[in-house]
């Protein structure tokens, strides 16, 4: 298997970890994530949370209230040591009101180890980026 091959797998678990989130699909996270004790998450403003259930009770309960989420990954940067794997990007969350478009960009780490040769997340840690922060280019453009 090719560096590119696998750097593209791993873009792509990371790619399904942000559709199953814009479309508030929770049996996506499911499948998605490994069902271990030890997988962590941190939502923008949580404390931690370790282990399966408590994630999993998280996004349940993050998509029955919140909805769809129109969010688009930029500049992912993805790094791998054998089966364990980590894309740092920015996550960048459209909302609209009174006819304006805002955005809220996050800074995200997301981890995902192969299990039984698939690559599943075990760690999500987003958290506000720094005022001032520039949207590339080519998501400024992308909302006109």
Known sequence: MTDETIRQEI??????????????????????WHHSPVTECIHPGWDRLRGWPAIQESWARIFQHQ???PVQVSEPLVHWRGDM?????????????DGVVQISQMVATNVFERVEGQWRMVIHH???APPGVIQP??????LN
Do not use: H, K
């Open 11 to 32: 873009l792509a678990a990371n790619d399904r970890f942000y559709s199953a989130l814009a479309a508030a699909d929770l049996a996506a996270m499911v499948d998605l």
């Open 67 to 69: 909805g769809l989420l």
């Open 85 to 97: 794997a980590w894309v740092i990007c920015y996550e960048n969350v459209s909302q609209q009101a």
């Open 126 to 128: 987003a958290s506000p």
């Open 137 to 142: 280019r080519s998501w400024r453009t992308s």
